[in-house]
């Protein structure tokens, strides 16, 4: 079974910087993409970030330029480095992959429990 663990989560001031990691575990085969969501209060699950297996990579509009997300295949992770943090950054950041388990299977969506991240203002 694949599992994925975050961890670098916190409490930061309007300003600072934190740097979210996330590992995967398991029967890993392969992995394609691996992304970091966001959940704030009271409100719907987005993207933030996502890392293809090129190592290529995109962002939600409000976090380019201050995020970074890169992944390190040897080792199945994804980081997110985040810097010049805002109070609307708050949220549970969600770690997902699309991985796949042995090569005749399929690929999956797995998600990590996630991590609060509160930036005070």
């Known amino acids: 079974q694949v599992q994925l663990v975050e961890s670098g989560g916190g409490l930061v001031q309007a300003g600072g910087s934190l740097r979210l990691s996330c590992a995967a575990s398991?029967?890993?085969?392969?992995?394609?993409?691996m992304r970091w969501y966001r959940q704030a209060q009271g409100k719907q699950r987005e993207l933030v970030a996502v890392?293809?297996?090129?190592?290529?990579?995109n962002y939600e509009d409000s976090v380019k330029g201050r995020f970074t997300i890169s992944r390190e295949n040897t080792k199945n992770t994804v980081d997110l480095q985040m810097n010049s943090l805002k109070p609307e950054d708050t949220a549970v950041y969600y770690c997902?992959?699309?991985?796949?388990?042995?090569?005749?299977?399929?690929?999956?969506?797995?998600w990590g429990q996630g991590t609060q991240v509160t930036v005070s203002s």
């Open positions: 890392v293809f297996s090129d190592g290529s990579t």
């Open positions: 997902h992959g699309f991985i796949r388990e042995n090569s005749a299977s399929a690929f999956r969506n797995y």
């Open positions: 398991g029967n890993i085969a392969s992995i394609n993409t």
